[in-house]
């Protein structure tokens, strides 16, 4: 048996409300891989916060290689050795990659904090340790998602890492690339290092993971050997009762075309056609960069078109901007929630009812029992994890500020919505809850166009799939034809 690298003991963390750590007791060995899975809000990132010193517990220890320390703070941590890769990007797009790397670090061998070609040289040994070619002279926005996530990683590697935290990292990325991040994870376990490993993908847990701890409402639950556990048997841990993993099935047919696109194009976006019919929901499937961002956004008249036409209930559209894609009553929840999706420092209620604001007021007065009640349909439907609909989106964890997200374009109520990644973040139980919702959308004769990355969902969920390849359509397949390895062929071909 190997020994312990870190142990956490008796760790709480309290916030107004919320009883966010009770007293957690964990230990995570020498050069394993160590999962954490548990629904929204159970406290995955605020332990991890206190392992890195990003926050302070009010109670509770740490021990870390034989030490044992009450407090850590981020300089502390990683000067003995504790990486972390958080669930939101921490990068600065304007900075070169070799200064995202070491940002806030002091470089070891200079006098200065910036020396440039010490820097440079420094990044792309550290890239050579995960097997990555870095040019640390690069700006970070000319870099992909995907390439933005290697350097992430390789900031938390510090000299001497021994522990690499990694909350959600797989989150923004695609199959392909998810692949390249477990090679990395593989290498650096092979060099001793633990890793923590916190996702919500069931398959990516039985893929990496030695062992796996589940953690319910703040507390610990257990540890398992992840050979000798199931993906229903950690689902049912996860969430304390039987959950069944359904996609909902369509009762009544789809109706009469409402959108139709011809020969869209735009940056990134070549000659897209296909048609929208009320109650469908057309899924859109891809790798990342094929153009299926880019296609919602010129729909939805946030993007400039180049040429093509589109059709709303066979009427010529062309929308210049967002307000007027709303106006005709199309809504669209967006992959990048900080960007444009919700506003961190109003509350659930503001968040969730804004969309619908007009809808909820007289004479320019909101009614303020029917806003609450709205706000309280959704916090019920999507079990978003909070003490009060006053509670600052900013507080709520990563995959509850994504369910707020939903919720405000679900209330708009508009005859099309788009959903570019809507579960992404979200914890299985209520991913469930927002297949349903959508499907009941369109079973009320609202149309939907979904963007997705994971494949079982895009399968679960569409009537029809949309597949893109290089801002192309290569394909548009029906239900009968629906196949992971046939979506894959089509999302690759050149
Ligand atoms: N700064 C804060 N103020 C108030 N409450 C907070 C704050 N930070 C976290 N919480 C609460 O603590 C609880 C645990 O949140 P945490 O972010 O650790 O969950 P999580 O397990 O990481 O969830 P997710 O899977 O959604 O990322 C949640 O109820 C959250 O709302
Ligand atoms: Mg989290």
Redo the contacts with the bound molecule.
């Keep these: 048996m190997k020994e312990d690298l870190l142990t956490v003991r008796g760790i709480t963390k309290t916030?107004?409300g919320?009883i966010?750590l009770n007293n957690v007791s964990m230990s995570f060995r020498k050069g394993e891989v160590h999962g954490i899975v548990?629904e929204?809000?159970?406290?995955?990132?605020?332990?991890i916060k206190t392992i890195t010193g990003a926050i302070v517990p009010d109670s509770g220890e740490i021990i870390f290689d034989g030490k044992t320390y009450d407090r850590l703070d981020p300089i502390a941590a990683i000067s003995i050795g504790i990486g972390v890769v958080y669930?939101e990007f921490n990068l600065i797009p304007g900075l070169t990659v070799a200064e995202n790397v070491f940002l806030g670090k002091k470089v070891e061998g200079t006098k200065y904090l910036a020396d440039f070609k010490t820097m440079n040289r420094r990044t792309k040994e550290l890239g050579e340790r995960i097997g990555v070619k870095l040019d640390g002279s690069k700006r970070l926005w000319e870099l992909s998602v995907a390439q933005q996530q290697i350097v992430e990683i390789t900031r938390a590697l510090a000299e001497n890492v021994k522990l690499l935290i990694m909350d959600?990292p797989s989150a923004p990325l695609t199959n392909v690339e998810i692949e390249k991040m477990f090679e990395i994870i593989k290498m650096l376990k092979e060099q001793g290092v633990t890793i923590i490993y916190i996702s919500?993908r069931m398959d990516e847990i039985f893929r990496i993971t030695d062992r796996v701890s589940v953690?319910m409402d703040?507390k610990y639950i257990n540890t398992v050997n992840t050979c000798d556990t199931n993906r229903q048997q950690l689902i049912n841990m996860m969430v304390g009762r039987e959950l069944k993993e359904t996609f909902p099935e369509r009762i009544t047919p789809v109706g009469e075309e409402v959108l139709r696109a011809e020969h869209l194009s735009g940056k990134g976006v070549r000659d897209v056609s296909f048609t929208l019919h009320k109650g469908e929901i057309l899924g859109f499937a891809g790798l990342m960069g094929c153009g299926r961002t880019e296609t919602m956004e010129l729909i939805f008249g946030a993007r400039e078109r180049y040429g093509g036409e589109l059709y709303l209930k066979g009427k010529k559209v062309n929308f210049r901007n967002t307000e007027q894609a709303l106006n005709s009553g199309i809504a669209l929840v967006p992959e990048d929630r900080k960007g444009h999706g919700i506003f961190p420092d109003k509350s659930i209620k503001w968040n969730s009812t804004i969309s619908c604001i007009k809808a909820l007021s007289k004479f320019g007065v909101v009614n303020l029992k029917k806003e609450k009640e709205t706000a309280k349909t959704y916090i019920d439907a999507m079990r978003i994890?909070?003490p009060s609909d006053e509670q600052l989106v900013k507080?709520?964890?990563?995959?509850?500020q994504q369910k707020v997200v939903v919720a405000k374009v679900l209330a708009t109520k508009a005859d099309i919505i788009i959903f570019d990644e809507p579960t992404r973040?979200i914890?299985v139980g209520a991913k469930q809850e927002i297949y349903a919702l959508i499907r009941q959308l369109a079973e009320t004769g609202i149309s939907v166009l979904m963007i997705s990355s994971e494949l079982e969902e895009v399968i679960g969920l569409s009537d029809r799939i949309v597949v893109l390849s290089h801002g192309k359509v290569t394909t548009i397949l029906e239900q009968k034809d629906f196949a992971q390895t046939t979506i894959l062929d089509y999302a690759s071909m050149a």
């Excluded at 929204?40 to 332990?47: I, V």
């Design positions: 916030y107004p919320v966010a548990g929204n809000g159970a406290g995955k990132s605020t332990l669930q959600e919500h953690m703040g994890k909070t507080n709520l964890s990563g995959g509850n973040g914890d």
